[in-house]
């Protein structure tokens, strides 16, 4: 069964403190890799799609990165306007089924 | 400004009272999806539109109904047959069928 699994569920970090968020699959042909933000109450907010591994995206302080099991979006010196949930989607099999994670809720302290 | 807008953001539902969710983009894009989203679970697909005047059911598509009569709307019904309809819905929309998704602001609603 396909399945994506976003680690940890939370995660309280100190402003500045980096680190990164996992998203990891086990799907059959992978066509593409979604990372969204969710702020509390609001629509995801769409922030990066890769493709293929080794293909790496950065915006302001994220960058997502991908492998051939794994995505991680890495937060660079976090502000606590970083808050938020972060999902990850993936986009695989012969429908090109799209399959969301549970998210990992992220909490900056200033 | 272009964008997806759903509403209304807070809905109730009586027993037994089918209600209605808005969903409108001008993006002109062709795709259309309705998604619920519960505590503690991934979002979860209850139907989708590749095109004007088609839809197909999701994952989870007992007890809604949808329909798409222009490209711009993608209105979804939750009947009575649904029992467990407290929930956030969210609608989104893509350029072409399953590429990035976009998402509108959702809609809450809650059961009287």
């Known amino acids: 069964e396909d399945q994506v699994t976003q680690s940890p569920e939370a995660l309280r970090l100190q402003e500045g403190e980096s680190s990164s968020l996992n998203c990891s699959y086990t799907v059959s042909g992978l066509r593409g890799l979604f990372w969204y933000r969710q702020d509390p109450g609001k629509g995801p907010e769409f922030l990066f799609t890769?493709?293929?591994a080794g293909e790496e995206k950065e915006k302001e302080r994220l960058k997502a990165t991908l492998t051939k099991k794994e995505s991680f979006l890495h937060i660079t010196a976090p502000k606590p306007e970083d808050s938020a949930t972060y999902l990850c989607a993936v986009q695989a099999g012969r429908d090109d089924k799209i399959i969301f994670g549970k998210g990992t809720r992220l909490h900056i302290l200033p | 400004d272009g964008g997806i807008t759903q509403s209304p953001k807070y809905l109730f539902r009586k027993e037994g009272q089918n209600v209605t969710l808005s969903c409108e983009q001008n993006l002109n894009h062709d795709a259309m999806y309705w998604y619920r989203q519960d505590p503690g679970q991934g979002l979860r697909l209850i139907y989708y539109?590749?095109?004007?005047?088609?839809?197909q059911k999701g994952d989870i598509a007992e007890g809604y109904s949808v329909s798409r009569e222009k490209k711009e709307s993608f209105p979804l019904t939750v009947t009575s047959a649904q029992k467990n309809p407290t929930a956030f819905y969210l609608c989104?929309?893509?350029?072409?069928?399953?590429?990035?998704?976009?998402f509108g602001p959702g809609t809450r609603l809650l059961v009287l």
């Open positions: 539109s590749q095109i004007v005047n088609d839809f």
């Open positions: 890769l493709y293929s």
């Open positions: 989104a929309s893509s350029p072409g069928f399953q590429e990035t998704q976009y």
